[in-house]
């Protein structure tokens, strides 16, 4: 596979202007405004030498999102074609050549600096329009991205040649001077442009706890779940974000992720303040019909007195716990060890407090109203509420975060 130069010779791409390119060019690879402006003399600049075909397309591509036109040269085209000359160019050849080069860049210039071009190319998504400020497809601010760009840190090994204002190798002997000089200069540039951005990243973190507690805050006020928060949580996440001017699948992941926890976070708030309120008000119930409970105090003294004859034998105690409906087993084979655990830490000591005539109607009361609230956990409640409508509006809520920040790429 061939080699190629890395050619600039002052011509910049439809839609950028000229000061703003050579400002990003100076910026991006850290060039004093004097040698900048020499890569406008119209004259042909060697950028990178003889490099390797996946290296000169990623400097191309850094380049021209600066708005600088590119020309890949290959090495070997260039050798064949020099090898078949029998004659070297005079000097005065050559510099008649460069002089007509500069001329005729600089004429190109000039027409694209004297008129509005009839179409832009957004540097981003590529797509074309005559809109010369803002793409009218992806949304960037042309003027504003080609300073973001240049303000990207630049990897180490990416850098330009010696600002030694030599032209395109045009003899063999001058061909040989280039690869012995870029011989001594290895390129292995890997570009991602999808960095992290840590203010969008906070900004998405800020956006997670607001709409959690906006989450909960609807559901305690309406005592019900509306899917179309989660919806807007993602929403709120991604816009979080964009307003950092983040872009990429990075943060995209990212956003998805946090919407996920702003959607459960809040579920799992809503539901453990609603709990509270469930318990007081049930606590408040059974109060309210205490008489109506004496008959259940007499039957459970009943079956305290059996539970006395069996509380040592377990097998037998899951057949009395069955029967007296002390679980939901649909079966005694149902039941295993689990349900022993929860009967004797739940129920057990009020049996056998009324087996010895230590508890009163009143105090069987209380002990039964306080335990009931306890036996569903606020997780419980979540995944017995959780459908397919929870799960669409999941969905919807994290794809609108993801794909807001994410952007077209």
């Known amino acids: 596979m061939n080699n190629y130069h890395v050619i600039f010779s002052g011509v ?14 100076a910026a991006k690879f850290k060039l004093t405004p004097e040698k900048a402006e020499r890569l406008f003399s119209g004259q042909s600049h060697t950028l990178k030498r003889d490099i390797d075909h996946k290296t000169a397309y990623q400097y191309k591509s850094i380049l021209e999102k600066l708005g600088a ?14 090898s078949g000359l029998s004659l070297v160019p005079t000097e005065e050849e050559i510099k008649q050549k460069e002089q007509a080069q500069r001329e005729q860049a600089l004429k190109q210039q000039a027409e694209k600096a004297s008129k509005q071009p009839a179409s832009i190319t957004c540097p981003k998504c590529a797509s074309v329009q005559s809109n010369p400020v803002e793409c009218d497809d992806c949304g960037i601010i042309f003027a504003k991205y080609a300073k973001h760009q240049a303000q990207q840190p630049m990897p180490a090994n990416l850098s330009l040649e010696p600002m030694d204002n030599k032209p395109v190798p045009e003899t ?18 890997i570009i991602d442009n999808d960095e992290i951005n840590i203010a969008a990243i906070i900004a998405a973190v800020v956006a997670t706890v607001i709409g959690a507690f906006v989450w909960q805050g609807i559901a305690i006020a309406f005592e019900v779940e509306l899917g179309y928060i989660a919806w807007g949580i993602g929403g709120l996440i991604g816009v979080a974000a964009l307003m950092f001017d983040a ?5 995209g992941i990212i ?5 996920v926890v702003a959607i459960f976070a809040g579920k799992y708030m809503a539901y453990d303040s609603l709990k509270e309120t469930w318990q007081q008000e049930f606590l408040g119930f059974g109060t309210e019909f205490t008489e109506e409970f004496r008959s259940d105090y007499e039957q459970e003294k009943l079956f305290a007195q059996e539970y006395e004859q069996v509380k040592y034998d377990d097998e037998k105690l899951k057949v009395l716990i069955f029967e007296w409906g002390y679980t939901d087993a649909n079966q005694v084979s149902d039941m295993g060890d689990a349900d022993i655990a929860f009967f004797r830490d739940n129920v057990a000591s009020r049996l056998e407090q009324l087996n010895q005539n230590n508890m009163t109607f ?3 009361h209380a002990s039964v109203f306080a335990t009931i609230p306890e036996v569903l956990s606020t997780t419980d ?3 017995e509420n959780f459908g ?7 969905f919807l809520g994290v794809g609108t975060a993801y794909r807001l920040a994410r952007g077209n790429e």
Do not use: Y
Request: hydrophobic letters at 50%; proline letters at 1%; one cysteine or more.
């Open 12 to 25: 910049i791409l439809d839609g950028f202007e000229i000061t703003n390119v050579k400002q990003a060019l």
């Open 69 to 82: 036109s590119i020309e890949l040269k290959p090495v070997a085209a260039a050798a064949t074609m020099l």
């Open 172 to 189: 063999v002997s001058q061909l040989s001077e280039a690869e012995e000089e870029g011989a001594s200069s290895e390129a292995s540039v």
């Open 247 to 251: 872009r990429g699948q990075t943060i």
């Open 255 to 259: 956003c998805g992720v946090l919407a």
């Open 362 to 364: 009143e105090q069987w």
């Open 381 to 383: 409640l979540m995944k």
């Open 388 to 394: 397919a409508i929870d799960l669409i509006f999941l």
